[in-house]
């Protein structure tokens, strides 16, 4: 295992899909799944495939297409789950078994009305029942955010004992800061003496907007592995979003660490995304949002034109976006004016600017944009004697 690699798990196609309107069929699980492989995603959760026979088909015929890829089924800690998840995965060249049970006094008491010990004993069982079917498995300590350390510690200890290669780390209710959380993994890679034998894995919430801070401060602290989804989407404000984790790591080169994704992938499959899973991306969305690479304030477009990265530092085409735009509104100034003038073939000098400026605001200050064709007949109302077209 490369030290400095992150294994990027997505799981558009199970957590995603668990958006209220974004249920997929298995036509379209399959065409997405083929995408999240060229993107170069390592494992694909491909769904939960006891809850129901139409996503029992969707991971089965997955799994029989996906060639390079690990392709994951989601299980509860019950033998039936474990075996039905085995059954579907059963075509896949690389198959995990991901099966786990909560953690936190929270899931202990009042949704299992159970033990400590009980849980415990519960989830190393669960990896045994997995074992039996593969040697790829995973477990996952539901709400181990708001777990207690020394708790959790042990429960990880005695499941990669009992086989697990993968140790999930949720934060299930996105609660968590992301010193508390990095501090969390930071404290099982101390304490769990066994932690050597198995990949640590984040699966953070958006709650209250951190999960993308959490999973790299995760990475930071010693996990290899992000579950994440496109356009961060999941259960109630959604999951970590994979372009938002991939492009962090890539940018900043000086962490050391490295994922697998091709990064000129990401908008398109972002847009494809959206557009089958019926769920806009939000304009100002990092990477892969309509504004991302937009520019509307005078004072950032200036500086843009002198040199981009004065306010981008990534170029649009690194994520397969289109070029940056510059939009003009009544915030916007001269240079922003005349580099689009520019734009349409229109060559003024500054004299000139000056005087279309104060037409410009008139028409600005009435409308939330000012078009190509707003600026078209500007042109025309107003022609400088030295105004020429290229």
Same mark, same amino acid.
């Given at each position: ?28 699980? @399959?065409?997405?799944?083929?995408? =999240? %492989?060229? @993107? ?33 089924? @989601? ?19 690389? +198959? ?8 936190? /006094? ?27 079917? &593969? ?8 709400? !181990? ?30 609660? +968590? ?5 990095? %501090? ?12 050597? $034998? ?5 699966? +953070? ?22 579950? +994440? ?21 890539? *940018? ?10 091709? !990064? $000129? ?8 995304? #959206? ?30 034109? $002198? ?15 289109? *070029? #940056? ?11 922003? =004016? ?10 003024? &000098? ?11 605001? $008139?028409?600005? /200050? ?8 707003? =600026?078209?007949?500007?042109?025309? *109302? ?9």
């Amino acid at each position: 295992m490369a030290q400095n690699k992150v294994y990027i798990f997505d799981t558009t196609l199970r957590d995603g899909e668990q958006v209220p309107g974004c249920k997929l069929n298995t036509t379209e699980k @399959l065409e997405l799944a083929l995408q =999240l %492989e060229a @993107l170069g995603v390592d494992i694909i959760e491909a769904g939960f495939p006891i809850s129901s026979p139409g996503d029992f088909e969707s991971v089965s015929r997955i799994a029989a297409i996906v060639k390079n890829a690990t392709v994951c089924g @989601l299980s509860r800690a019950v033998q039936k789950d474990i075996e039905v998840a085995a059954q579907a995965l059963k075509p896949a060249r690389h +198959c995990r078994i991901h099966t786990g049970i909560g953690t936190s /006094d929270y899931h202990i008491k009042s949704k299992f009305n159970s033990t400590r010990e009980d849980i415990l004993k519960r989830a190393v069982q669960c990896v045994k029942w997995a074992r039996n079917f &593969t040697d790829d498995v995973e477990f996952y300590a539901e709400d !181990a955010g708001r777990t207690e350390n020394e708790y959790l510690a042990r429960v990880i200890e005695a499941v990669i004992a009992a086989g697990a290669t993968t140790v999930n780390i949720p934060d299930t209710t996105g609660y +968590c800061l992301p010193n508390q959380y990095g %501090e969390k993994i930071a404290f099982l890679v101390n304490n769990v003496p066994n932690i050597d $034998k198995a990949i640590i894995s984040c699966h +953070c919430h958006n709650d209250l907007g951190l999960a993308t801070a959490n999973s790299i401060s995760g990475v930071m602290n010693g996990a290899r592995q992000i579950e +994440c989804t496109m356009n961060g989407l999941g259960e109630r404000a959604g999951n970590t979003s994979l372009e938002e984790v991939v492009m962090i790591l890539k *940018q900043h080169k000086d962490l050391g660490y490295y994922t697998n994704i091709n !990064a $000129k992938g990401l908008n398109p499959l972002s847009r494809q995304v #959206s557009e089958i899973m019926r769920m806009p991306v939000q304009p100002n969305k990092a990477i892969v949002g309509a504004n991302a690479f937009s520019h509307s304030s005078g004072i950032h477009q200036d500086g843009f034109l $002198k040199d981009a990265q004065t306010y981008e530092t990534i170029n649009p085409e690194e994520v397969g976006a289109e *070029q #940056s735009k510059i939009v003009l509104t009544a915030r916007s100034g001269r240079s922003a =004016l005349a580099y689009r003038f520019q734009k349409l073939g229109y060559q003024y &000098t500054r004299n000139d600017i000056d005087v279309l400026y104060e037409a410009f605001l $008139k028409v600005a /200050d009435s409308k939330k944009e000012v078009r190509e064709e707003d =600026l078209v007949q500007l042109a025309q *109302q107003h022609q400088p004697e030295t105004a020429s077209i290229a």
